[in-house]
C-alpha cells in the first residue's frame, strides 16, 4: 500500500470493520458519494491480493448490502467451507497427478484410450 493511499484514508476514511484476515474496511467519513453510492474501500493486510475478501464483506464493498458484515451470518450452510484466498503460486495450491512438482510422473493410459492418426 502507497502513502497517497494510507493518507487518504486517514484524512477520509470511517473504519467500519475488519475480517478474519486483517483486512480493514472503510467508507468516506463525510458520506461523499461515487456513482450514487457511499465510497467503501479495503485495505489489506500484507500482500494486496483481491481475493482475500470474504464473501460478506465483497457482497458490502460492492454495495450488495449496506449491513456490515458482522460474522454472524445466519445464511451458512453446513457444506460450506471456510473461504481461502487464491493458493495459486503457494505451496497450497493444487496440483494434479502427474505435475512437475509432483513427480512428473503420470499413470499409463488405460485400454480404452485410442490415439488419433491423421488419413
Given amino acids: 500500500m502507497d502513502v497517497g493511499t494510507k493518507l487518504f484514508t486517514w484524512m477520509n476514511g470511517k473504519l467500519v470493520g475488519e475480517d478474519a484476515y486483517g483486512n480493514k474496511y472503510y467508507v468516506h467519513r463525510r458520506g461523499v458519494l461515487r456513482d450514487g453510492h457511499e465510497m467503501r474501500w479495503c485495505l489489506y493486510k500484507g500482500l494486496a491480493e483481491a481475493s482475500?475478501?470474504?464473501?460478506?464483506?465483497?457482497?458490502?464493498?460492492?454495495?450488495?448490502?449496506?449491513?456490515?458484515?458482522d460474522g454472524s451470518d445466519p445464511r451458512q450452510f453446513a457444506w460450506q467451507k471456510e473461504h481461502q484466498p487464491n493458493l495459486t503460486g503457494t505451496p497450497y495450491a493444487y496440483r494434479p497427478p502427474g505435475h512437475v512438482l509432483e513427480g512428473g510422473k503420470r499413470d499409463k493410459a488405460t485400454g480404452d484410450y485410442e490415439p488419433w492418426t491423421p488419413a
Fill in 52 to 69: 482475500k475478501v470474504p464473501p460478506e464483506w465483497h457482497h458490502w464493498l460492492h454495495h450488495g448490502t449496506d449491513v456490515v458484515p
